[in-house]
């Protein structure tokens, strides 16, 4: 997969990322059909949105909610490493 995210707009949330074992974050881009390498910028913005989705869905209970947030936290604390290396 080529990475030429060259589109003069902004970057979007995006509905989530890939990777391969060593290889980098790659984000698709659902405004232009390009991809991107993500970023700490792009994964904060990310779980942030995410985040927002679990403590607005009234369908969680109490127990499911704190759940979900700390798995979203471990994931998001996954990818910053993966990021950063």
């Known amino acids: 997969m080529t990475i030429a995210h060259t589109a003069r707009h902004s970057l979007p949330i ?9 290889g980098p974050v790659v984000v698709y881009c659902g405004r232009c059909g390009g991809y991107f390498h993500a970023d700490a910028e792009w994964a904060d913005r990310y779980f942030a949105m995410r ?8 369908r969680l209970a109490p127990g499911g909610r704190a759940d979900a947030l700390a798995e979203l936290d471990h994931q998001k604390s996954q990818l910053v490493a993966m990021l950063a290396a």
Do not use: T
């Not at 995006?14 to 060593?22: D, H, K, P, R, T």
């Open 14 to 22: 995006s509905n989530g990322y890939s990777y391969q074992s060593g």
């Open 51 to 58: 985040r927002g989705r679990v403590e607005s869905d009234a």
